[in-house]
């Protein structure tokens, strides 16, 4: 079992930076695939980066160049750094985990609110 906490969300004007922090439990996450997802208002959640344990990266074309995914497997822990921050970028970010062998993502955070003021 693996267990998924967010911090990090808050309010920024545009143009800004907020660092999201997703602290995991569980023995095996260190081997996990490690993910970012984004749900706003009236949406669909979707993919916004993913870290393999290698630290092998992967990002949503909407964040490149902009947003960073990292993990601390010695701390369970990853993160994602968002600069240059749009209006667009407000959603419920949620931290997901899954084994490396799966498809789908097994483990999620509660999800935490960033708001991007215009």
């Known amino acids: 079992q693996v267990q998924l906490v967010e911090s990090g969300g808050g309010l920024v004007q545009a143009g800004g930076s907020l660092r999201l922090t997703c602290a995991a439990s569980?023995?095996?996450?260190?081997?996990?695939?490690a993910g970012w997802f984004r749900q706003a208002p009236g949406k669909e959640r979707e993919f916004v980066a993913a870290i393999a344990w290698s630290g092998v990266r992967s990002y949503a074309d909407s964040v490149k160049g902009r947003f960073t995914i990292s993990r601390d497997n010695a701390k369970n822990m990853v993160f994602l750094q968002m600069n240059s921050l749009k209006p667009e970028d407000t959603a419920v970010y949620s931290c997901?985990?899954?084994?490396?062998?799966?498809?789908?993502?097994?483990?999620w955070g509660q999800g935490t609110q960033v708001t991007v003021s215009s």
């Open positions: 997901a985990a899954r084994p490396a062998s799966d498809l789908t993502y097994d483990y």
């Open positions: 569980g023995r095996t996450f260190s081997s996990y695939v």
